[in-house]
């Protein structure tokens, strides 16, 4: 942990509470020390993503919730793109489940613990795919249609990025696809399988809703 003044810390980070980073060291005399560091205070964070996030990619909704609730709950606020990745798996687990409130209620703290921050338009992803779940097709594709937008104009986009771009093209080939709209939608779901296929959940999530769109339509291409 590299903290503003260019002092780095090597620890190990417990628990982020009020925009505060528990961080766990050893003093020089090899005793165990506790000590609360501000996140304003603090540049950098290498942390390896844990294991109850890594193995959820691809797992059922209600598996979601079982491992990511206690990480969520020790980690918000930590800035590091794998923990806003795992709130926003969190949320999509809960609006999977009809638990729209909880759902809301994770991507309004996104919002909360890290304003004006690219990881805003994780939240307008997510908040577009509960619109769709709910039928309301106009206002998912309004939402995610600057996100892909964008995504079309970023020739190199950061992985953390590609996740959201991920996102954002699988509610739009959807939405695209209620409206009957099945050649674009197509071409959305191959743009998650073959310019975001880093984010492996999300690209096997379009590759089966390519498939299924295939073959309800034989002979379908893109546009």
């Known amino acids: 942990m590299t903290k503003t003044d260019g002092t780095i810390l090597t620890g190990q980070i417990l628990s982020v509470a009020d925009g505060q980073i528990m ?12 000590l609360p560091y501000h996140i304003s205070d603090i540049k950098s964070i290498t942390m390896a993503t844990p294991d109850a996030v890594t193995k959820v990619k691809s797992a059922a909704p209600a598996d979601v919730v079982t491992a990511l609730e206690p990480v969520v709950k020790q980690y918000a606020g930590l800035p590091a793109d794998w923990i806003v990745g795992a709130m926003a798996q969190l949320a999509g687990a809960y609006s999977a489940l009809g638990q729209a409130d909880k759902a809301l209620a994770l991507y309004t703290q996104i919002d909360t613990l890290y304003p004006n921050s690219p990881y805003h338009a994780q939240v307008i992803a997510g908040k577009a795919g509960m619109s769709l779940q709910q039928g309301k097709i106009d206002e998912a594709l309004a939402g995610v249609q600057p996100i892909v937008d964008k995504a079309n104009q970023d020739i190199a986009p950061s992985p953390s990025d590609g996740a959201i771009y991920a996102s954002a093209f699988l509610v739009y080939g959807q939405a695209l696809e209620a409206q009957k709209k099945n050649e674009q939608a197509l071409e959305a779901y191959l743009t998650v399988t073959t310019m975001y296929y880093q984010n492996p959940a999300l690209s096997d999530q379009a590759s089966q809703l390519a498939k299924k769109l295939r073959d309800a339509n034989p002979g379908l291409g893109v546009p």
């Open 23 to 34: 961080f766990q060291s050893h003093s020089s005399t090899g005793s165990v020390v506790k």
